[in-house]
Every structure is written in structure tokens, then in C-alpha cells.
């Protein structure tokens, strides 16, 4: 007889110890494992080699993911670990070109969203034949800061750069332009003390 949904959450709710919850609890470990900070370099490649995807997905998204690591993974058979690894933070720009030439579009679109990817990477998404993922890729490039008046643009570029003599780093994604959030809306105090009806 097959076990269905409401059994097994009947009996996860009284406390009766259902089959592969310790399989689970150990798999949730490894893969906080996977996300921690100072990890050792020899520990997230056995990591990165991890048969279950969402260890692999873990290592992928890792801001400190090594670039050899990166080159497995934009090769992994699973498309999440491929998401993960256009999605994150730590992305090269050689394996963003690769990921770039992947059919599935849920890499192509996470590629195409990370502020990560280099300017000639979101070019190319730019002009992929789906629609979709051209127009996400041309968000990017253009960024927030077409939306800002001209005025505001020269007064931006006008301010000095660093503070007290100090210099300033170059980003690591290149010439890519900074963005500017929109100011976030206000509303109004009302006259009542209670609620409009």
C-alpha cells in the first residue's frame, strides 16, 4: 500500500518517526556545511563533488566558489546547480561566457540578472532570440540610472570620488554603470485617528 501525503504528515505531527527523516536532517547539514564561511579549500572541493544537487547548488553559490570549481559545475548534468552558479555572487568572467551558451533558460535569465556578469556576457544575452531573456539582459545593461534626469547624472559624476586622499578600487566587474534605486514611496499621514471606511 503506498503512503500518502496526509499519513506521513499525520504521523511527522504526532512525533512518530518517519522513514529517511534522519537521511533528511543529514543532507540539511552537509549543505550548511556547504554555505558556511571559512571553509577549507579541500573541504569544498569534496563538497563541489557531492552526489546530492543541493550540496553542489550550495558549493555553486558560494561568493569565494574557485574558478576550477566553477568550471565543473557550468558543466553539471543538474540545471539548479547551473542556476546557482549564474546567480552567484562569486561568477567569473570566463564562466559566464560558457554559462551563457547553455540551453536552459532558467541559467540563461539567472545569468542575465546577476550583477556579477560582465558587460560583454549581458551584450551577447542582449541579443538572444528569446524575448525574455534579451530583455532582462538589456535591464542590466542599462541599469536604474537612465531613469535619473540628466541633471541628476551630472551632479553624480560632478562629486569627488574618494574621501580624505584615500583611493579608490577599481570594481571587478569593469566598466559596468553603478545603479540607483528609486526613492521609496511615501505616503501621506491621514487626518483621522482611524481607519477609512
Known sequence: MADDGWSRALMAASGVPVAGEAR???????????????????????????????VREAVASRPDCPLGMQASLAHDRRTSVRVALAAGP???????????????????????????????????????RREDVARLAQRSLDGVVLTASRAQVAELEDRPRA?????????????????VL?????VPPRD???PAR
Open 24 to 54: 533528511d536532517d543529514g543532507l540539511r547539514a552537509v549543505v550548511m556545511e556547504a554555505r558556511a564561511d571559512g571553509l577549507p579549500r579541500s573541504r569544498i572541493l569534496e563538497l563541489a563533488q557531492h552526489r546530492e544537487p543541493a
Open 90 to 128: 562569486g561568477l567569473a568572467g570566463a564562466i559566464a561566457g560558457v554559462l551563457a551558451k547553455d540551453r536552459e533558460l532558467s541559467v540563461l535569465k539567472a545569468l542575465a540578472r546577476n550583477s556579477a556578469t560582465p558587460r560583454h556576457v549581458l551584450e551577447r544575452l542582449a541579443a538572444h
Open 163 to 179: 574621501r580624505d586622499g584615500a583611493t579608490e578600487e577599481r570594481s571587478p566587474v569593469g566598466d559596468r554603470v553603478d545603479r
Open 182 to 186: 528609486a526613492p521609496r514611496p511615501s
Open 192 to 194: 483621522g485617528a482611524g
